[in-house]
């Protein structure tokens, strides 16, 4: 599977929160990297995420 990278406008970042409703939220913690999924709603210019993570080791 191959991406194709490029920048967004503002609009079309609001375009894509307003479509969605499931992302990845990339962090890092003692210089490792993890993915967590969430599920956010936008609206109005304000997001709403909730997320279930557990501690990586």
């Given at each position: 599977?191959?991406?194709?990278l490029?920048d ?6 609001f375009a894509?929160l ?9 962090c890092?913690?003692?210089g490792k990297?993890y ?9 109005k210019?304000v997001?709403?995420s ?7 080791v």
């Amino acid at each position: 599977m191959s991406y194709i990278l490029k920048d967004l406008t503002q609009a079309e970042c609001f375009a894509v929160l307003e479509q969605s409703r499931f992302g990845h939220l990339a962090c890092c913690k003692d210089g490792k990297p993890y993915v967590v999924p969430i599920y956010f709603a936008y609206e109005k210019g304000v997001i709403y995420s909730l997320m279930m993570s557990r501690e990586v080791v």
